[in-house]
């Protein structure tokens, strides 16, 4: 504290407090950045609703127990990577989500949703991951997924496949790739396992440190290492795919028949595992080139023992997950994320007088469904003309609605184009004001030389 002498007394000044950031790898979303993710989220929630998905929101902190159990002990994401502390209050273990699919299958055992048959569902929310920030990885991240629950057959599979598929199509997303794999029943994984681990036990010095702890806890994930020096390893190594059944098989080519007769390519990884233990049967995911490590930007699979895992009665589910910071990176890498757009009017307010008059017009015009922004004035009045015609362009707005003193005296307003044949302008009566308006936006997609 600074002490400041006055005439009469002596006052001590506060000192200044230092400025809070946000914690690493937890970002802001700000205008006009945040444009782009509703556009998106919009882009979802249009095909959600043309599949029949509904839409489910779950809790960010869950217990310790569901993500331990769920997604198994030695994953990454359990051993090293969760937000997990103890609530002081009762001493409960908490987890803020790392993923959101075991929230979802808690949600619907809870509440019994599977009584009357199976749900399709969808989700949108931040993650929490400890993980170095790096470009597409964050430690706040964002997912949008869809879980089909309740449904053992391959169609389902196949029909979420298509569903994010048709999602790429909409979005006008390139150079991504679809690889698939089948990861058998557990008796099928438990014979595979053993004939891993015998191979890489016979190459115990091409093991790198993290493999060698991996080796007898959870060896399958060994197969998705991105040391190149064990590639050639890895590749040689036994392939799961060669230790499924019949009804295994039967499953994973019907996915790929349903997958073949809708015309979506896709290449079949026979080392693609996912890092979660709960999968089983078909895996997959879309993956891309133009992002450097972080490729993956939608992954999933079938999970029919996750619902039993954490209590509930025994039930297939399917499902995936698409990271939102990736599918945006890699819109803007490909130059084709759109353009955050301003509001279809800006008002120019000359005179607070016109105030009572401005704000009537307005909320007729928004209660129309146009985008409205009023200027709003300082302590000392509206501000000039100049600089509200500034602020008016700055804002991106197509129109520029102006209240002048001698306008509003014969009943009227002016009306500006700031874009499409910008500084064309027209006297528009009050009474008219949101038909003319409204015609002009439409004429403004296809716009003549000059406001009619």
């Known amino acids: 504290m600074t002490p400041v002498t006055t005439e009469n007394k002596t006052t001590t000044k506060p000192a200044k407090a230092q400025a809070l950031t946000a914690v690493k790898g937890m970002n802001d979303l700000l205008p006009p950045a945040s444009a782009q993710w509703e556009w998106l989220e919009d882009k979802v929630r249009g095909l959600m609703a043309r599949h029949a998905y509904r839409n489910l929101r779950t809790p960010i902190v869950e217990p310790t127990a569901l993500f331990v159990r769920g997604l198994g002990e030695v994953t990454d994401i359990v051993e090293k990577e969760m937000y997990s502390f103890e609530d002081r209050l009762n001493g409960e273990q908490l987890t803020l989500r790392p993923e959101a699919t075991a929230g979802v299958v808690r949600a619907v055992v809870e509440h019994n949703l599977l009584y009357d048959g199976g749900k399709r569902l969808y989700y949108?929310?931040?993650?929490?991951?400890?993980?170095?920030?790096?470009?597409?990885?964050?430690?706040?991240?964002?997912?949008?997924?869809?879980?089909?629950?309740?449904?053992?057959?391959?169609?389902?599979?196949?029909?979420?496949?298509?569903?994010?598929?048709?999602?790429?199509?909409?979005?006008?997303?390139?150079?991504?790739?679809?690889?698939?794999?089948?990861?058998?029943?557990?008796?099928?994984?438990?014979?595979?396992?053993?004939?891993?681990?015998a191979h890489l036990e016979q190459h115990l010095d091409l093991l790198d440190e993290e493999a060698k702890r991996r080796l007898h806890t959870n060896p399958l994930r060994i197969l998705d290492t991105k040391n190149p020096a064990m590639h050639a390893l890895v590749e040689s190594a036994p392939r799961l795919i060669d230790f499924l059944d019949e009804a295994s098989l039967a499953h994973f080519n019907a996915v790929r028949a349903i997958l073949d007769a809708s015309g979506v390519s896709y290449r079949i990884n026979p080392r693609l595992v996912r890092g979660m233990d709960y999968y089983n049967l078909t895996v997959f995911e879309f993956v891309t080139d133009r992002l450097g490590s972080q490729g993956t930007i939608c992954g999933g699979g079938r999970y029919d023992y996750l619902i039993e895992q954490v209590g509930g009665k025994p039930a297939p589910a399917v499902g995936w997950a698409l990271g939102v910071e990736r599918v945006l990176e890699l819109l803007k890498e490909q130059g084709t994320l759109p353009e955050a757009t301003g509001p279809d009017v800006y008002a120019i307010v000359p005179d607070a007088a016109a105030l009572p008059v401005v704000f009537s017009t307005l909320q007729t015009l928004?209660?129309?469904?146009?985008?409205?922004?009023?200027?709003?004035?300082?302590?000392?009045?509206?501000?000039?003309?100049?600089?509200?015609?500034?602020?008016?362009?700055?804002?991106?707005?197509?129109?520029?609605?102006?209240?002048?003193?001698?306008?509003?005296?014969?009943?009227?307003?002016?009306?500006?184009?700031?874009?499409?044949?910008?500084?064309?302008?027209?006297?528009?009566?009050?009474?008219?004001?949101?038909?003319?308006?409204?015609?002009?936006?439409?004429?403004?997609?296809?716009?003549?030389?000059?406001?009619?």
């Open 124 to 197: 949108m929310g931040p993650m929490f991951r400890h993980e170095r920030p790096q470009r597409g990885r964050y430690r706040q991240f964002h997912q949008i997924g869809a879980e089909a629950l309740g449904f053992p057959g391959a169609e389902v599979d196949a029909e979420l496949i298509l569903l994010a598929a048709t999602l790429w199509q909409e979005l006008g997303l390139q150079d991504v790739r679809l690889e698939l794999n089948s990861l058998g029943q557990p008796n099928e994984r438990a014979a595979h396992r053993a004939a891993l681990i």
């Open 366 to 452: 928004r209660s129309q469904g146009m985008s409205v922004q009023m200027h709003a004035g300082s302590g000392e009045g509206m501000g000039s003309m100049k600089s509200q015609f500034k602020k008016a362009d700055s804002s991106g707005a197509r129109f520029a609605l102006i209240f002048g003193g001698d306008e509003l005296a014969r009943g009227e307003v002016t009306l500006k184009a700031l874009r499409d044949g910008a500084g064309a302008q027209q006297p528009i009566p009050l009474s008219e004001v949101s038909a003319r308006v409204a015609e002009q936006l439409a004429q403004s997609f296809n716009p003549p030389q000059t406001l009619a």
